[in-house]
Each structure stands twice: as structure tokens, then as C-alpha cells.
């Protein structure tokens, strides 16, 4: 049986928050608002370590000291081509942002099997939580960003372009290189999300993110490597070209080296750069979004 717990009961803070092991909440106590497919199937690991099959969506969340915490949290949104959580990945992103004072919480999303609104649901569902239980988790409501991966990068800008509402949209956010294009990822990719209308030009528009930017959605800092065999650099740099048109603060960073999958690799040596180019833009619109508050 999972360990979950709902909304309600969630903390038990002061014993579990600053564990080794993540507090564990499932997102939909009373089921999931729509079906996959993938509901009678058993939910396991694979021979990587990477959760498949995943039907029950749930955020383990990861709480800094009181006395180091910042009051900013971050919705951690692993990759995996749509077919697999890289928990190890989406962990070690949460524990760096931990270890600067912020929330973390990883989105242990449904694997879309050919559904792809399932994967907004639940994105939806995560940012509501997070801002509802702010105040016991000393979380500030109006700092709460996104972080990407991979497919989790296109899950986040799903998240930031789709929200419904001011409470499930993110204040900012961070895709790290995204496969935000239908037509750039590999076929694997578009057929978990897609399922039998990967082929569909309309379907794959729809969900090929530079066509859903719009005015209204938060600030981007998107960040990727030149020799990017699996995700193009396109994908990026045509989503930036997007946000620019529509007037949306955004910045762009293309390291030479580093290839797919490079965030938080020792092999990776623009680490020295890049780390803190995330950082600050993280802590930059805590102070933007607390000026615009007053």
C-alpha cells in the first residue's frame, strides 16, 4: 500500500517535514478527476530506479530548516519521456533547493498513456495544494514557482500556459532543457502523451507549447545545452522567440556542452554557471513578487 496522506492531515509537520524521507500526499484522496487506462495496472520501479506506471498522483514534499527557510517553494516536475518518473533527478533538484532555504515539492504525476489532460490535472491539483496548506507549511502563496526537466519541462509549461486560475498558476518558472515541441521529441515521447493521435498534426499542435504562449502566463527562464541530441535546442529557443512576441519577461541560456539530462551530472562543467544563474532568478522574484504586493 502507498503512504499518502490527504490535505487535511498533512502535517504532522514538526515530526515528518524535516526527515530524510519526503513528506508523502496523495492529490486526489476521494480518485482522480479522469482515467488513463493505467488504473488496474500495478504502479513499480524500474531496473533505473524510476517509478512507471504511476495512476495515483501524489507530491513528496521536502521542508528546510524553520530558521533557513525563505518562504519560497518550488513545484519540482520530474522528466521521463512520459513513460517514467527520474525520481533520483527530481529528489537531488529538491534537496538543492532545500539547501537554499526553499519548499520543494516533486509532482509524482499520472503517466498520460495517450490521455494528455491527465497531466494538467494533476499540475493543477499539486499548486492548489501547495497554496492552500502555505501558511502551515510557512510557504508565502504568492512565491511559488515551477522546475522542469525534459517532459517535466513540457509538463511546466503546460502548467504555465493552461492554468484555470490564479491558483494554479505558477509565479514562475524554470525549464530545463524542455521537450516543449510535438514535432522535436522522440516518438516515444509523443506517443505516452499523444497515445493514437501522435500522428495528428492538429493534436500535436495543440500540445507543441509555442503556440499556447500568451500575454498573462509568468515569467520563463529556460536553460540547455547547444549539443542536445534528444531534445533540439529548437524546442527552446522557438518557445523564447513565443514569449517574446507576446511581451513575456523571459530569459534564455545555451551552454556549449552537456548534451540531455545534464542538471545536477557531475560530468556536466558549466555547473559553476548555471547553478547560480537558477538561483538567482529564483530568489529575484521572491523580491519581485513581494514589491508587487505592497
Known sequence: MKKSVSTGCALVLAVAAFASEPVRMTLFPAGTPSRTGLETSVEGLNAKGDFVRVSDP???????APEAATGQAMLVVPGGGYGRICIAKATAVAEWLVGHGIAAFILKYRMPNGHPDAVLEDGEQAMRMIRDSAARWGVDPRNVGVIGTSAGGHL?????????SEATRPDFVVLLYPALSMEYPNGRTRENLLGAGCDDETLRSRWSMSGQVHAGMPEVLLVLCDDDEVVPPQNSIGFYA??????????LHVFPRGGHGFWMQERYEY????????????????????????
Open 58 to 64: 501524489e507530491l513528496l514534499a521536502f521542508f528546510p
Open 156 to 164: 511546466a509549461a503546460v502548467l504555465a500556459t493552461r492554468y484555470t
Open 242 to 251: 513565443a514569449l517574446k512576441r507576446h511581451g513575456v519577461k523571459a530569459e
Open 271 to 294: 555547473g559553476e554557471e548555471t547553478y547560480p544563474i537558477v538561483m538567482r532568478w529564483i530568489r529575484q522574484h521572491k523580491t519581485i513578487n513581494e514589491q508587487s504586493q505592497r
